[in-house]
């Protein structure tokens, strides 16, 4: 039994050709669109998020950082915010720069070994203990370190109980060094995880060859391995300084002296006095950080890109 003729129902979709004209070889109307239009048109749904939630709210708060009471232009509530934090923004550039370098140590050593070790178990429980501060968000982890650093608390009293130190020797670390050590504690498993991997992902046979010429482990580590997993290992030194210079809820509550860090002081600028405009010109000296911070990044990466 032959097949019905086609009709006007069940007539296929034309086809159209860059030349215009019917073909039931060419490419059917949706596809005639060129390839840049459907990319826009894949990330246009991203991009709108990027713009509504990150750009606009950056933008407002540029701009206000420069506008008076009055929504004149006006450089006031800079000079304000340095004339009143420019300590404070002198020691959050310090403690964030002191727990990325020491990130940066840890997260080494931990890929390292990782990659390194020769102890199966010791590297097996390492694999599965170090990551697990990735799942504590920061203000748990500052409450935490507020009952584990307190002068009473759990890490002076097994000093205590070990016979290491004398009651009275018991120390607060609820300063800056308390600080210091929940942003390690909280960041380098993030960068070690990123390094590991790196590390892992390398060619062996250059390590296993600076082993046969007796090479130990530490010199393999530092002349082989870490200059290869480099561009990684700076990808999340940035990544954990920029996240470590936006946390309010750590210096916040483990750090209640002064100075402080400069998102404690933006909260106080806004709950205390309402003042919104020096509390945007302190973001803005964030932003400024964290924009200098990636400016290095983006030049190196520049530099390494035409090298190649």
């Known amino acids: 039994m032959s097949a019905p003729l086609p009709t006007e129902a069940n007539r296929p979709a034309p086809f159209l050709r860059k030349g215009g004209g019917r073909d039931a070889t ?50 006031a509530n800079i000079a304000k915010a340095f004339e009143l934090y420019s300590l404070d923004m002198a020691f959050t550039l310090a403690i964030v720069l002191l727990s990325s370098a020491l990130v940066a140590v840890l997260s080494v ?69 308390g600080v210091v050590v929940t942003f390690v504690w909280k960041q380098t498993p993030f960068v070690a995880l990123m390094v590991a991997g790196a590390m892992a992902s390398l060619d062996r046979s250059t390590i296993e060859a600076a082993r046969d010429l007796g090479a130990g482990r530490l010199r393999i580590l530092a002349e082989i391995v870490v200059p290869q997993v480099r561009p990684t290992l700076v990808v999340g030194l940035i990544l954990s300084f920029v996240t470590m ?17 400069i998102t404690v002081d933006m909260a106080y600028r806004i709950n205390a006095h309402g003042d919104y405009g020096v509390a945007n010109a302190l973001g803005f000296v964030s ?22």
């Open 287 to 308: 932003y400024a950080m964290a924009g200098l911070v990636g400016w290095v990044y983006l030049r190196h990466g520049v530099r390494q890109g035409g090298a190649r």
């Open 26 to 75: 060419a490419l059917p109307v949706t596809a005639a669109l060129p390839d840049w239009v459907w990319g826009v048109l894949l990330v246009l749904p991203a991009l709108a998020m990027v713009a509504l939630f990150f750009l606009y709210p950056l933008g407002l708060s540029a701009v206000s950082a420069f506008q008076g009471r009055d929504g004149g232009w006006t450089l």
């Open 109 to 177: 050593a931990i890929g390292g070994y990782l990659t390194l070790g020769e102890n199966r178990l010791a590297v097996t429980m390492l694999r599965w203990l170090y990551r697990w501060p990735l799942f504590i968000p920061f203000i748990v982890a500052a409450q935490m370190m507020r009952s584990f650093l307190a002068k009473n608390g759990l890490m002076n009293n097994l000093l205590i109980g070990g016979g290491i130190i004398e009651p009275l020797q018991a120390a607060s670390l609820l300063d800056w060094r």
């Open 245 to 261: 210079l936006s946390v309010m809820s750590v210096p916040m509550m483990i750090n209640p002296n002064s100075p402080t860090m």
